[in-house]
């Protein structure tokens, strides 16, 4: 069982960049799958990026692929999203979850994940 808590968000101007963090608690993060998750007003929670828990894969939106890194820290029991050229379009509230054993083809889906963060606010101005 983990919590999850991210931050990093904030005002930002388009084509700038933006680190979020999701900090864990848990002796067991290293064995957890881990996914980010953004949801704008009005619009349905969407996939964003996935890395399993070795680290060694990593899955992103089409929509924020070349734009996006997710990577994960076992040791510090933290995910990052790297986020660079920021568009309006990338405003939403952003979660972080987490589950044990999510499978491949369920990693896009908010369903699949049993923890979640409280999410952090990134709005991009035009």
């Known amino acids: 069982q983990v919590t999850l808590v991210e931050s990093g968000g904030g005002l930002v101007q388009a084509g700038s960049s933006l680190r979020l963090s999701c900090a864990a608690s848990?002796?067991?993060?290293?064995?957890?799958?881990m996914g980010w998750f953004r949801q704008a007003p009005g619009k349905e929670r969407e996939f964003v990026a996935a890395i399993f828990w070795s680290g060694g894969n990593t899955y992103y939106a089409a929509s924020v692929k070349g734009r996006f890194t997710i990577s994960r820290d076992n040791a510090k029991n933290t995910v990052s999203l790297q986020k660079n050229s920021l568009k309006p379009e990338d405003t939403a509230l952003y979660y972080c979850?987490?589950?044990?054993?999510?499978?491949?083809?369920?990693?896009?889906?908010?369903?699949?994940?049993?923890?979640w963060g409280q999410g952090t606010q990134v709005t991009v101005s035009s």
């Open positions: 979850a987490a589950a044990r054993g999510v499978y491949y083809y369920r990693r896009e889906e908010a369903s699949a994940y049993n923890y």
């Open positions: 848990g002796r067991t993060f290293s064995t957890y799958d």
